[in-house]
Nanobody, 124 residues
Framework: QVQLVESGGGLVQAGGSLRLSCAAS????????MGWFRQAPGKEREFVAA????????NYADSVKGRFTISKDNAKNTVYLQMNSLISEDTAVYYC?????????????????WGQGTQVTVSS
């Protein structure tokens, strides 16, 4: 089992920045693929970013490329999502997810474990 707890969400003005954190416990965190997803009101949960076990490979949704950066600190069992140049369309609940395997998966079905989510609201 893996437990995931997100933090760092909040209210920010358009153009601002936030850094989300996801603390993992349980099964060995460093062996897993970690991802971030988001869900806006009335919309499906969508992929945002993912990172492999070593951090050597990442994947990003086109809508966040160049603005968001995913990283992880295996010593702290934590994955981060640095979000810059935020726009109103980034408003959503952001979820951290964990998967076994070796590829930065973009599909929700690839992830076995999910956090409870943290709200990000971007005001225009």
């Amino acid at each position: 089992q893996v437990q995931l707890v997100e933090s760092g969400g909040g209210l920010v003005q358009a153009g601002g920045s936030l850094r989300l954190s996801c603390a993992a416990s349980g099964r060995t965190f460093s062996n897993g693929v970690m991802g971030w997803f988001r869900q806006a009101p009335g919309k499906e949960r969508e992929f945002v970013a993912a990172i492999t076990r070593t951090g050597g490979a990442t994947n990003y949704a086109d809508s966040v490329k160049g603005r968001f950066t995913i990283s992880k600190d295996n010593a702290k069992n934590t994955v981060y999502l640095q979000m810059n140049s935020l726009i109103s369309e980034d408003t959503a609940v952001y979820y951290c997810a964990a998967a076994t395997g070796f590829y930065p998966y973009i599909s929700r079905s690839s992830y076995n474990y999910w956090g409870q989510g943290t709200q990000v609201t971007v005001s225009s």
